[in-house]
């Protein structure tokens, strides 16, 4: 009997062991509610009604909304005018004309005004197959060198427009190189009209950006010109064609903005440009245009945005009213949303 009560009692003992080390080794994470994931939570539930309900919901919002975008960018006046081709000499290639020093560059141009345009009209420049979004050309910049003085020398990632024989260029690299340099001359009734410039880039730009005590220095100084230069007396934060031409473009037919026309145009005016043709696009095959344009409140004329919100609250309209009919011609009984839980007792019947 001792024997025995001391075996059992032995294997008593190892067997409470073996389980308070399971215990212990035990990788099973405390238990929580939210763990669990039996926390109170809402259980939406898609019913004809709702799903009818929601699309008549986006329909209503959206088709406004995209015959107001319509109706606004209708009411955009734009003039939009070539140059590029008509600005070349029969005597010479585009590519000759346009790198000589000797060649004259200036040519004129003549647009009507066929709707009245209420000021301010803003002047914009085309570019067509020119890739700003290279990754060569946008790497080829120094945000530092743009903003502080003393960084005048980080030009490390600005090659081949880095430096000269004088010290560091100031803005380095190809984007800062090639700025755009043809200008416009507006003249209309035998009146030349002004051209404001200010304001015309982000203020984002440039007041965090571009430094108010960096000049410009050794820019288009070398052998090889690529665009416009820059006033060596006034900082980069005040030199706003540059600041505009900075923020690079994400595809190759892009606008930028040249500067505004604070009067009125009215209808029959005949407005007379005067064209500086001095930027080559002819080398790769690119195109120049000019934009004379007004705006509204969802900005110039852009019809993409109006033609989406309709394309989007029609389909929408059109699958509500499809399901209406398939809900009232062949209705389908739902079930009991009770038995969505599957883990609690059915409801008492």
């Known amino acids: 009997m001792e024997g025995k009560e001391t075996h059992g009692s032995v294997g008593g003992a190892s067997t409470s062991s073996s389980s308070s080390a399971t215990k212990k080794q035990s990788k099973r994470p405390k238990y929580s509610r939210f763990s669990q994931q039996e926390l109170p939570a809402c259980k939406?539930?898609?019913?004809?009604?709702?799903?009818?309900?929601?699309?008549?919901?986006?329909?209503?919002?959206?088709?406004?909304?995209?015959?107001?975008?319509l109706f606004a960018s209708d009411n955009v006046v734009e003039i939009v005018h070539r140059y590029d081709d008509l600005c070349l000499p029969e005597s010479s290639t585009a590519v000759q004309h346009i790198q000589s020093k000797d060649s004259n560059k200036t040519c004129a141009a003549k647009l009507a005004v066929s709707k009245a345009m209420k000021g301010p009209i803003f002047i914009y420049y085309q570019l067509d197959n020119f890739y700003q979004n290279h990754r060569r050309y946008v790497k080829s910049r120094s945000d530092k060198q743009l903003k502080y003085k003393a960084d005048a020398d980080d030009t490390d990632s600005c090659s081949p427009e880095a430096t000269t024989d004088k010290g560091p260029i100031v803005p380095c690299g190809l984007v800062a190189w090639s700025l755009f340099n043809d200008t416009y001359k507006f003249v209309v009734q035998n009146k030349v009209v002004d051209v404001n410039k200010k304001n015309i880039a982000w203020d984002s730009d440039r007041n965090h950006k571009f430094g108010s005590d960096v000049y410009p220095q050794n820019f288009q100084s070398g052998g090889l010109i690529g665009g416009a230069k820059l006033e060596t007396s006034k900082p980069l934060s005040d030199q706003e064609d540059l600041i505009v031409w900075m923020r690079t473009a994400a595809l190759p037919t892009f606008r930028k903005l040249y500067g505004r026309i604070e009067g009125d145009l009215q209808v029959?005016?005949?407005?007379?440009?005067?064209?500086?043709?001095?930027?080559?696009?002819?080398?790769?095959?690119?195109?120049?245009?000019?934009?004379?344009?007004t705006t509204s409140w969802i900005g110039g004329k852009n019809e993409f945005i109006g033609i989406a919100y309709l394309t989007i609250g029609g389909l929408c309209l059109f699958l509500a009213i499809t399901f209406i009919l398939i809900y009232v011609l062949r209705p389908r009984q739902l079930g009991d949303p009770s038995y969505l839980s599957w883990n609690k007792q059915s409801p008492m019947p």
Do not use: Q, R
Not at 268 to 293: A, C, P, R
């Open 44 to 69: 939406f539930i898609v019913t004809p009604t709702v799903v009818i309900s929601t699309f008549v919901a986006i329909a209503i919002v959206f088709i406004p909304l995209g015959l107001a975008s």
């Open 268 to 293: 029959n005016d005949n407005i007379e440009v005067v064209v500086e043709n001095n930027y080559n696009t002819y080398s790769f095959g690119g195109k120049k245009w000019l934009i004379l344009s």
